[in-house]
């Protein structure tokens, strides 16, 4: 089965917590097996995050929150793009983004192959990697445009009315704050939408067939609430994951003489990437491992394996 295929097909309907339990067992269980088998980009990727650490030590980047966005200020500071600059014109910060980069394709392609097929760690040949590539482009290109579309269609229809109702009636500031909450809530819920729909197209690619993003997108149907709930739970555990390696850091960095969050000499940047390298291989295998199951259950595989998904008709339940 394919994407291609599935498109005129009925829709399969997505078990939510079996795929969410087996996302996390599979992630759990084949964690050090897989890295194990794929040294190689293990290596490069701890070569990457190391430069990346060290470009954010050099440069002076003490906020544990940007170094966690890779370099992406946050909100909060007089002016946080003055401490993004200098990393910017750091050639290890560009090495090292261009090395984890690299190693994410070749771990994501392998991980898609070896939840999907069984085949261990093998190396694909290279067409597959460049077919790879082109497709995680377009989606990032696509996801980006609907951002901004959202952004704009829903601030003229929605933010700017509001704003304006506010300034005539002082009293109606809380549900203007309200309104913006739900407003950001909005954006994120179809975004993930789109994204988890198109990004069936991902697994696709890394078997070494056609990775339309349309067909993808309209191969997912009827299982949009489904996959933006396995979204959710996956964040939520991306979240609490990098808030623990926030804390973890902090406690290395004793606390002082800066407030929480802030990375403080050698020993923080250090407890960083030692502990930044394992959980982000973890994140990196768990999303990918979600994408490779919903593809599964969702379209198939080739061989004619369907996965455990209902076929036409949803299930009783998650």
């Known amino acids: 089965m394919s994407i291609v295929n599935t498109a005129r097909r009925m829709p399969r309907k997505l078990p939510v917590l079996q795929t969410l339990r087996e996302v996390f067992v599979t992630t759990t269980g084949s964690y050090r097996s897989f890295l194990s088998a794929a040294s190689g980009p293990v290596a490069i990727a701890g070569m990457g995050i190391g430069l990346y650490v060290w470009s954010g030590y050099r440069a002076g980047v003490d906020d544990i929150g940007t170094m966690l966005r890779f370099g992406v200020p946050g909100e909060w500071g007089e002016n946080p793009y003055a401490i993004f600059i200098p990393k910017m014109s750091s050639p290890e910060f560009w090495v090292g983004i261009a090395l984890i980069a690299v190693a994410s394709v070749i771990l994501a392609v392998r991980l898609h192959r070896f939840v999907l097929l069984d085949d261990g760690a093998d190396d694909p040949r290279d067409a597959v990697y460049g077919r790879y590539?082109?497709?995680?482009?377009?989606?990032?290109?696509?996801?980006?445009?609907?951002?901004?579309?959202?952004?704009?269609?829903?601030?003229?229809?929605?933010?700017?009315?509001?704003?304006d109702f506010a300034m005539q009636y002082p009293g109606a500031l809380a549900f203007v704050g309200l309104a913006g909450f739900v407003f950001r809530l909005v954006t994120k819920v179809i975004e993930s939408a789109v994204s988890m729909r198109i990004s069936m197209a991902l697994p696709n690619a890394a078997l070494g067939g056609p990775a339309p993003v349309f067909r993808a997108f309209m191969a997912a149907h009827g299982n949009t609430w489904r996959l933006v709930l396995c979204d959710l739970v996956v964040r939520v555990c991306e979240t609490a994951t990098m808030f623990a390696l926030a804390v973890a850091c902090a406690v290395v960095s004793g606390f002082a003489p800066a407030e929480f969050g802030n990375l403080e000499g050698v020993a923080g940047f250090a407890a960083l990437f030692v502990l930044g390298l394992p959980l982000f291989l973890y994140l990196l295998m768990l999303r990918l491992t979600l994408l490779s199951v919903a593809y599964r259950e969702i379209v198939g595989l080739p061989g004619g394996h369907e996965g455990e998904a209902t076929v036409a008709e949803p299930s009783p339940g998650l």
């Open 133 to 163: 590539v082109w497709t995680a482009t377009k989606i990032g290109v696509i996801s980006f445009l609907v951002s901004i579309a959202l952004a704009i269609g829903l601030t003229k229809w929605l933010l700017i009315p509001l704003v």
